[in-house]
Structure formats: structure tokens, C-alpha cells
T-cell receptor, first 115, second 110 residues
């Protein structure tokens, strides 16, 4: 597509439930990134994909968080047994190639609220 | 630990005023980006600077990369209400993940 698409745009879930967040990057972009942004804060790095591999997953906060990417395209971020502190906006970005520092194209994010 | 510190954290000014926001680090970056983020949207890339001392202009916005490539500034001339938003700087180093500052929230009053 023309831009990075994320779904759902909003998700309210009960504490303890699992959630899946989806990201469709720009076609042809080999690098894909997940960031988390808490209210009024900057962006916290979660994980980076180059193709279907994740060379850097150092930002995942706990083993409740996992992500995968298939076909070098769509990525899914899964949070198991959600906690209230997981509430945030989850942003996905893509770039033509990774590690080049050329800037990212971001999606509009998924606002996750855990109640 | 790499950190990018932005200042000020919050800025409220009248339309027509000039302003400068700063992005500082103790680390050297191979490139630095500035983004603007509006409520409910993801950050949008404004500019990438790669050379120490580089100055780039985008209409009323002037971006400068420090000579040592550790810091950057964004200057806005004659601010307009449409400039309102969260301005984020991000630093990249080859082989390392890009890190973001906490942002400067700008509000321009008409």
C-alpha cells in the first residue's frame, strides 16, 4: 500500500487477555520496526525485523511480548496476559533497508487500553 | 546507554514568534532525523541530517547538525498554529537501533 497500515486503530482489552496487533508495511520495505509510546512520552524501541528475521529484539519488555513477520511483509505483535502497564500506543514503522538511518515511515498506531 | 535529550519539553508561543528546540547527546550519530507527530497519528519524517555542521531548510524550519554530530537544533521562524505538534529527534548509528528523544511539545496560539 501507499503507507504503513496498522490494525486495529484502538483496542480495549481486559487484564489477562491476549492481544494481537497487526502491521502492513510499505510494499518493498525490507525493514520493519515496532515502537511503544506511552502518554506524552517518546518512543520506546521494541523489535526490529530485517526480512522475516529479528536481529534485534532487545526492547521487548518481557516474555509476554512476541512478534513475527511473514513473507517479508505483514508483522504481528502479540502480548499475552496483558497488564495495565501495557497500555500505550504501539507504533509500527518501515524503511527500505535497515540500519541506514534514512528515516522511517510510521503507521498511525494502535492505541491499546488494558482495563 | 545512549540517550537523546530534548529541550524544552513543552513550549507555548504566540503565532508569529520564533523558536528553537534542541536535541543533545553524549553519543556520536551517523545521522539524525527530526519528526513531527500530531495527535492520533504516527510521527512524520521532516528531515535527515548526516554531515557534521550540516544545515537544512524546509520552508520556515531550519535544521542544524552539530559539528561533532552529537547534537542538533530545529529553528522555526514565524510560527503558525499549523506548526503545533510533538517534535521528536532520533539518532542513528550504523549497526545500532535508532533511538528517539522524549520530544518537545509545541503549541502555537493564534
Amino acid at each position: 500500500g501507499a503507507g504503513v497500515s496498522q490494525s486495529p486503530s484502538n483496542k480495549v482489552t481486559e487484564k489477562g487477555k491476549d492481544v494481537e496487533l497487526r502491521c502492513d508495511p510499505i510494499s518493498g520495505h525490507t525493514a520493519l520496526y515496532w515502537y511503544r509510546q506511552s502518554l506524552g512520552q517518546g518512543l520506546e524501541f521494541l523489535i526490529y525485523f530485517q526480512g522475516n528475521s529479528a536481529p534485534d529484539k532487545s526492547g521487548l519488555p518481557s516474555d509476554r511480548f512476541s512478534a513475527e513477520r511473514t513473507g517479508g511483509s505483514v508483522s504481528t505483535l502479540t502480548i499475552q496476559r496483558t497488564q495495565q502497564e501495557d497500555s500505550a500506543v504501539y507504533l509500527c514503522a518501515s524503511s527500505l533497508r535497515g540500519g541506514q538511518g534514512n528515516g522511517y515511515t510510521f503507521g498511525s498506531g494502535t492505541r491499546l487500553t488494558v482495563v | 546507554t545512549q540517550l537523546l535529550e530534548q529541550s524544552p519539553q513543552f513550549l507555548s508561543i504566540q503565532e508569529g514568534e520564533n523558536l528553537t528546540v534542541y536535541c543533545n547527546s553524549s553519543s556520536v550519530f551517523s545521522s539524525l532525523q527530526w519528526y513531527r507527530q500530531e495527535p492520533g497519528e504516527g510521527p512524520v519524517l521532516l528531515v535527515t541530517v548526516v554531515t557534521g555542521g550540516e544545515v537544512k531548510k524546509l520552508k520556515r524550519l531550519t535544521f542544524q547538525f552539530g559539528d561533532a554530530r552529537k547534537d542538533s537544533s530545529l529553528h522555526i521562524t514565524a510560527a503558525q498554529p499549523g506548526d503545533t505538534g510533538l517534535y521528536l529527534c532520533a539518532g542513528s548509528r550504523t549497526g545500532f537501533k535508532t533511538i528517539f528523544g522524549a520530544g518537545t511539545r509545541l503549541f502555537v496560539k493564534a
